[in-house]
């Protein structure tokens, strides 16, 4: 293990340390209430991030499942008469049935790619609100009332705040997981160069599909948890296209196709989003200044926080590293393109 | 490894333009073939349709005694015929190796494919840049790399959609001994490129395409001096000479 490892891993135990004992520490409700919220967007933006940030194929109707698994929960508590507790057992339930409404929405969506698969995302995401707001299983405009657990007022939370963590940790293993997989490289060929990669043997419909239905899944278990916390489903709230908006935003502005970006842009926007909320009178403001934020990061920060970040500090690194190299030694610098830069040798086992 | 890539009669149009008519030509087994033709006259079409990007309208497409007529690309490239494009086609965004990788393998754990990936790196001569993005290479670079991937599954037949094309002759004659090499080891070629000098000292056999038709076929020498080659290709009042 190197010493970078072991620096980042204790760091991450740190980490998952202090998000274990937060509700312990932070009572105030209000404190528990954005720590659940942030963790279900820390999900969802990680699990968007599976699919668009490593395919490239931009989602903006993943409401679609997160709503399809809040729904699937509010239904299935009310028609079965669950208990409490038992309501929880629903949530990877909630994410399956998500799930199964990727594949048909998959097969579809991921025959076209850019801009049209971007706007086939979006019919499907008000084809879903439309049926929400129409059918009765779904209780109509009104929406549905989630039943909800009789515990104290004071740790209400944090049963929430659990099960939320447990779904954003085991998200952000998968997504680290997969990127260092073949399933995760296949997925960055695509993003990169489909036709060539068909080419060269990847079968991009499978893998693709594949990603959705995963993303699928967590977001749908994320819509559940959400929508058990908050205690009730409205077609608006279920189906709303400021969700996509935000986490597409959430991914972006931490780093697409990163693992820890899309975290890092949760934990900073969706706290800061439901302060706004709070403090300022007029409800709008928030959506705003995430419009403009919006801008000024595909304008400024297009890769995201931290790969940009992550450049200007290995520039200041090999500034410092030539600051300090002897006078009369010049810096090395990489021989890039220079095609005089080749050494051939004899040609390999498997060519003889 | 080794096989034979042959076309039967592939007619191919696009609306009202005739890009293949009737197009039979025969990469034989171990052989280096060229396709040469003037600009349009559908050599990347036929590419395009022996590697299943296009569906013919018409005609067969046969490796070995095998049928792959519109077989999709990564079924082609499972049945063994790789290939290159003509502008050179790179993931940017991965590393050199990571190219490398992504390749479909059989019967390779995960450390034989990285080491036959550095192996095949060292043999076309970038393996230094193995850590480097790929969008970082040069143009020169690229094509090597990119001749480096398509060798990754051992493809009996490579495609090369003009491997000399932009690039500095020290280089030229570069990928001209790689290419050479791997016929040595059995390896079938079929190669577009315009370069004559690097056809006419590479390639066992030149096929001529003019309008999407094949006008000639035969040894370099002869497809040299026959005239409908030279009226189509070389120009009339070209005398020929190299």
Not at chain 1, 243 to 249: E, P
Not at chain 2, 106 to 120: F, P, V
Not at chain 2, 212 to 239: F, I, K, M, N, W
């Amino acid at each position: 293990m190197t010493k970078q490892t072991v620096a980042q891993g204790s760091g991450l135990l740190l980490l998952l340390a202090v998000a274990a004992v937060f509700p312990l520490v932070f009572t105030n409700p209000t404190a528990t209430n954005f720590a659940v919220v942030t963790l279900v967007f820390v999900a969802v933006a990680s699990a968007w991030n599976i699919f668009s940030g490593f395919s490239g194929y931009l989602s903006l109707g993943h409401a679609v499942f997160y709503g399809t698994g809040a729904y699937f929960l509010t239904v299935a508590a009310n028609d079965w008469k669950l208990s409490a507790g038992a309501i929880f057992w629903l949530v990877p339930l909630a994410g399956l049935a998500a799930a199964v409404i990727a594949v048909p929405l998959g097969l579809v969506a991921l025959r076209v790619r850019r801009h049209t698969f971007v706007v086939i995302t979006i019919a499907f995401f008000f084809i879903a609100q439309l049926s929400a707001s129409n059918l009765s299983v779904t209780g109509g405009s009104s929406g549905m009332l989630v039943p909800q657990p009789n515990w104290a007022g004071a740790t209400f939370n944090n049963p929430f705040y659990y099960v939320a963590l447990v779904i954003a940790v085991a998200t952000i293993v998968l997504a680290w997981l997969v990127r260092r997989s073949r399933f995760g490289l296949q997925l960055r060929a695509i993003r990169d160069d489909e036709d060539r990669a068909a080419g060269l043997g990847v079968r991009a419909m499978p893998v693709k599909l594949a990603a959705l239905v995963l993303s699928a899944f967590i977001t749908g278990m994320a819509g559940a948890v959400w929508v058990y916390f908050t205690g009730e489903a409205v077609p608006q709230f279920v189906f709303d296209p400021l969700f996509d908006l935000a986490i597409v935003l959430m991914a972006f502005f931490g780093g697409l196709g990163t693992v820890a970006g899309p975290v890092l842009g949760a934990l900073v926007l969706q706290p800061a989003q439901l302060w706004l909320n709070l403090e300022e009178t007029n409800s709008y403001s928030s959506e705003i200044l995430f419009g403009a934020l919006f801008l000024v990061v595909i304008l400024f920060l297009p890769r995201g926080v931290l790969p940009t970040g992550a450049e200007y500090l290995s520039k200041a690194q090999a500034w410092i590293r030539r600051r300090r190299a002897a006078p009369g030694e010049t810096a090395r610098e990489p021989a890039a393109g220079a095609d005089d830069a080749i050494t051939p040798t004899s040609a390999p086992g498997g060519a003889a | 490894m080794t096989a034979t890539l042959r076309t039967e009669g592939i007619s191919k149009s696009f609306g009202g333009v005739q890009a293949l008519d009737d197009c039979s030509l025969t990469a034989p087994a171990g052989k280096i073939s060229a396709l040469i033709g003037p600009n349009g006259s559908g050599k990347t079409t036929l590419f395009n349709v022996m590697t299943g990007y296009e569906k013919a309208d018409s005609g067969q497409v046969f490796l070995g005694d095998g049928r792959i007529t519109g077989a999709p690309p990564p079924r082609v490239y499972a049945l063994g015929v790789g290939r290159t494009f003509q502008l050179t086609r790179i993931f940017p965004r991965l590393t050199v190796l990571e190219n490398m990788l992504v390749p479909a393998q059989r019967g390779r754990s995960a450390r034989q494919h990285r080491e036959h990936a550095m192996d095949l790196l060292a043999f076309t001569g970038i393996a230094g840049h193995a850590a480097a993005l790929a969008g970082t290479l040069s143009y020169g670079q690229r094509k090597l790399l990119e001749l480096s991937y398509v060798l990754v599954a051992d493809p009996a037949v490579v495609l090369l959609d003009e491997p000399a094309g932009g690039v500095n002759p020290t280089l030229v004659q570069h990928i001209a001994e790689r290419i050479g090499e791997l016929n040595k080891a059995g390896r079938t070629f079929l190669i577009v490129e315009h370069n004559m000098d690097f056809v006419m000292s590479l390639c066992h056999q030149v096929t001529v395409l003019d309008s999407g038709t094949v006008v000639a076929s035969g040894p370099p020498e002869q497809v040299r001096s026959d005239p409908r080659v030279l009226d189509a290709y070389l120009g009339v009042g070209t005398d020929g000479d190299d």
